[in-house]
């Protein structure tokens, strides 16, 4: 698998669909797309990267073990859910901050962090599967 | 959505009541676990730390649960809505006496079990995530106790099987790999049939939520329809499995002697616990009809296991082999209590599942210190551990009367209150399998007393002689780690059994919730419902 076009091409693969994930990411509340799909793109990325690079390059490259993101995500994703305590309505219910900059209508919410929360665990859980295959076959 | 200014009329779709901020208790014990598992799971490679932060969570998670049980038995049935949607649309949290008492409980020994793994689970344990997986496995627990929807009981499920099949595979054996697809191919059998009769529920009703169905069922004309017998009968084999009722039983003692003690201990304690739970649920709430032409089946399923647990307890020389058998010869008492569906029956079935969550965490644990003291599991190689601590010796006798259903402990009072039903309703037989299951863990826990502490020393040593023991891991055992939480869990068990009334009249009032759902269907539908 490691010719030299994939290795070539791979970490620009890889960039792009990293961006593509977020894109999917955040057009997830209204339209198709959102954390899991987004997820599931980014480690597919990963995995990429780590068939083209080596895994070891992979894990150099994400910084944190893809555990510890999952854990990330799970920790905000719960986070997002308590903020609804302070406006003394049920757990989960959503909160939203609209405002504007000049034209374009800026909407965060507490969804969003849930979405990401989602992103994150589905990164680092499938990441990490996927990075220790991987380990295995180059033994 | 865009564009759109159309004024919609929330109340029709959205509670809109402000919630008090102790109906937050309703999702703490989850939510507390959730957060300490995923910080636990950073924080992976700082093993001096972990077991810290693990137990602070845990402690939290005990004050939580124990905060949501005095409120439900101060303000009846409590229900909060995720995300505020209305239900049954939205998915509902619903909390009576009986889940309540059975978190607090799984809470308490969840804590014991977390401070005693401090001395069993070592750094590379603690590396694999021990506590991130049994935060985790406790998120799953309480939420399968206090959730008031189907699907999303089955969601607790996979959260607890998930936490467990990594607590189960935690240090690679050869021996756990072995346990753990045995254990995995059953639950996840187990777990596909749930979501079929789930499936199945759906198309019936419409609908999820426990409060729902109940009253249409009730609604429903026919309901011995070959439908909802389908479904009634897929719950109760999916349930059966995870509570390791005869017939599929024998994934238990083939997988739960194979992880770390404290691991066995947990699970041994909660999970099958779970299992039992659902079928109370299940069968005495949201199909109450169903459980007159199931009651028979479920009481030979009940009789089946009583023996079977007792006779292999019976039969075994491996210890953690035989405390998994009185699991299972536990988990027979409480069928029997499903199976006769009486109050004073299903009260039973309640305390009876508080004594075993107790009572068999502690015997593991228990196990966990004769290794060290002796050395081994296996009974032929123990002996002799009455003269190295003649006070963990008394301690082990009165897990031993316990768990055998012997008064003064926890255990007499659930056995009476299940015998007395069975009698009572013309069951004798069923009452009957009770005593003579009762009889052989006796004589069983008494094989394992005679054999590690009563006599001398190991097989082999003349009479009359003593032959000082002393096991591998005898260091470990030097500081409060290991004592503290089996002190804390065999005090529970002697104040259950002199002081009942407490815990009877919990599980009486844990029973009239589910017998007589009025209380926790106005919880969710309000007054009209």
């Given at each position: 698998?490691?010719?030299?076009i ?7 693969l ?5 961006l ?6 955040l057009?997830?509340h ?5 954390g899991?799909i ?8 990963l ?7 080596g895994?070891?390059?992979v894990?150099?490259?994400m ?10 995500g ?7 859910g308590?903020?609804?305590f ?8 959503s909160?939203?901050l609209?405002?504007h900059?000049?034209?374009v209508?800026?909407a ?11 992103y ?16 295995r076959?180059s033994? | ?11 029709q779709a ?11 208790l309703?999702?703490a014990p ?8 995923s910080?636990?799971l950073?924080?992976r490679?700082?093993t ?6 693990g137990?602070v969570?845990?402690?939290l ?6 905060g ?7 303000h009846?049935?409590?229900t909060?809505v995720?995300?505020?949607w ?11 006496p ?5 978190t ?5 020994v ?9 001395v069993?689970?070592?750094g590379?344990g603690?590396?694999?995530g021990?506590?991130?997986?049994l ?11 206090l959730?008031?929807?189907v699907f ?17 595979i935690?240090g ?13 191919v059953?639950?996840?059998v ?5 979501l ?5 529920l ?11 169905i ?15 017998a ?6 109760f084999?999916?349930f059966?499995?995870k ?9 238990l ?5 194979t992880p770390?003690?404290?691991i066995s201990?947990?699970?041994a304690g ?5 299992g ?7 069968f005495v709430l949201?199909l109450p ?9 479920i009481?030979?399923v ?10 292999g307890?019976?039969a075994q020389?491996?210890l ?10 536990g ?6 209590g499903?199976?006769?569906?009486s ?17 068999m ?7 966990g ?6 050395g081994?599991y296996?009974?032929r ?7 190295r601590s ?7 006798l009165v ?11 926890s255990?007499?009072w659930?056995k009476v209150?299940?015998?007395?039903a ?12 009770i005593l ?5 863990t ?12 009563w006599?001398?020393?190991p ?22 780690a290991?004592?503290l939480?089996m ?12 002081q009942?009334?407490?815990m ?7 029973a ?5 759902p009025r209380?926790?269907?106005?919880s969710?539908?309000?007054e009209q419902?």
């Amino acid at each position: 698998m490691r010719t030299i076009i994939f290795r070539t091409i791979a970490p620009y693969l890889a960039a792009l669909m990293v961006l593509f994930s977020i894109f999917v990411l955040l057009r997830g509340h209204n339209e198709p797309g959102g954390g899991f799909i987004g997820g599931l793109i980014a480690a597919s990325a990963l995995a990429i990267f780590g068939i083209a690079c080596g895994v070891a390059s992979v894990r150099r490259a994400m910084v944190f073990h893809p555990m510890g993101v999952a854990g990330f995500g799970l920790f905000i994703g719960a986070l997002a859910g308590i903020l609804s305590f302070f406006t003394s309505q049920p757990f989960m219910t959503s909160q939203w901050l609209i405002f504007h900059i000049q034209d374009v209508e800026i909407a965060l919410s507490t969804p969003l962090i849930f979405d990401i929360g989602v992103y994150l665990v589905v990164v680092g859980a499938i990441g990490s599967i996927a990075l220790a295959l991987e380990e295995r076959e180059s033994d | 959505m865009a564009g759109s200014s159309v004024s919609v009329d929330l109340t029709q779709a959205m509670v809109t009541a402000p919630v008090a901020a102790a109906d937050w208790l309703i999702v703490a014990p989850s939510l507390i676990t959730m957060l300490g598992g995923s910080l636990c799971l950073m924080l992976r490679k700082n093993t001096q730390l972990q077991p810290k932060l693990g137990i602070v969570f845990l402690v939290l998670l005990v004050l939580s649960s124990a905060g949501l049980l005095v409120h439900v038995l101060n303000h009846g049935v409590i229900t909060m809505v995720m995300g505020g949607w209305l239900p049954p649309f939205g998915i509902a949290f619903t909390v009576d006496p009986l889940g309540a008492t059975l978190t607090l409980v799984g809470s308490i020994v969840a804590l014991c079990a977390g401070i005693y793994g401090v001395v069993t689970v070592d750094g590379t344990g603690r590396r694999y995530g021990f506590y991130p997986f049994l935060l985790l496995l406790m998120t799953g627990v309480c939420g399968a106790f206090l959730t008031g929807d189907v699907f999303n009981l089955y969601v607790w499920f996979e959260v607890l099987l998930i936490s467990s099949y990594g607590m189960l595979i935690l240090g690679n054996d050869r021996i756990q790999l072995d346990g753990a697809v045995k254990y995995g191919v059953l639950n996840l059998v187990g777990t596909n049939l749930f979501l079929i009769a789930t499936g199945l529920l759906y198309g019936i009703f419409g609908t999820l939520n426990m409060a729902d169905i109940a009253m249409k069922v009730s609604e429903l004309g026919n309901p011995a329809s070959g439908t909802i017998a389908t479904v009634a009968a897929l719950y109760f084999l999916a349930f059966a499995m995870k509570a390791a009722a005869f017939p599929v039983n024998f994934w238990l003692p083939a997988s739960y002697h194979t992880p770390n003690i404290v691991i066995s201990a947990v699970f041994a304690g909660l999970l099958t616990k779970v299992g039992v739970y659902a079928l109370i649920r299940i069968f005495v709430l949201i199909l109450p009809e169903s459980l007159d032409y199931m009651a028979d089946v479920i009481g030979l399923v009940a009789i089946l296991t009583l023996l079977t647990g007792a006779l292999g307890a019976l039969a075994q020389s491996e210890l953690r082999r035989l405390l998994g058998y009185l699991v299972i010869a536990g988990i027979g008492s409480m069928l029997a209590g499903v199976a006769i569906g009486s109050n004073l029956a299903i009260s039973g079935a309640i305390f009876y599942a508080v004594h075993s969550i107790i009572v068999m965490t502690a015997l593991y644990m228990a196990a966990g210190v004769m290794f060290y003291m002796g050395g081994s599991y296996d009974l032929r190689r123990l002996g002799g551990l009455y003269q190295r601590s003649a006070g963990f010796a008394g301690l082990f006798l009165v897990l031993a009367f316990a768990v055998s259903g012997l008064p003064p402990f926890s255990g007499f009072w659930p056995k009476v209150m299940l015998v007395e039903a069975a009698f009572g309703d013309g069951r004798a037989w069923l009452g009957a399998a009770i005593l003579v299951s009762g009889f052989l863990t006796t004589l069983a826990m008494g094989r394992v007393w005679i054999y590690a502490f009563w006599r001398g020393g190991p097989e082999g040593t003349p009479d009359g002689t003593g032959v000082a023991v002393s096991g591998g891991g005898a260091a470990q055992l030097g500081g409060a780690a290991p004592w503290l939480p089996m002190f804390v869990l065999t005090a529970l068990i002697v104040y259950f059994g002199l002081q009942p009334e407490w815990m009877m009249n919990l599980s009486i009032e844990g029973a009239g919730g589910v017998l007589e759902p009025r209380g926790y269907l106005q919880s969710v539908f309000g007054e009209q419902g």
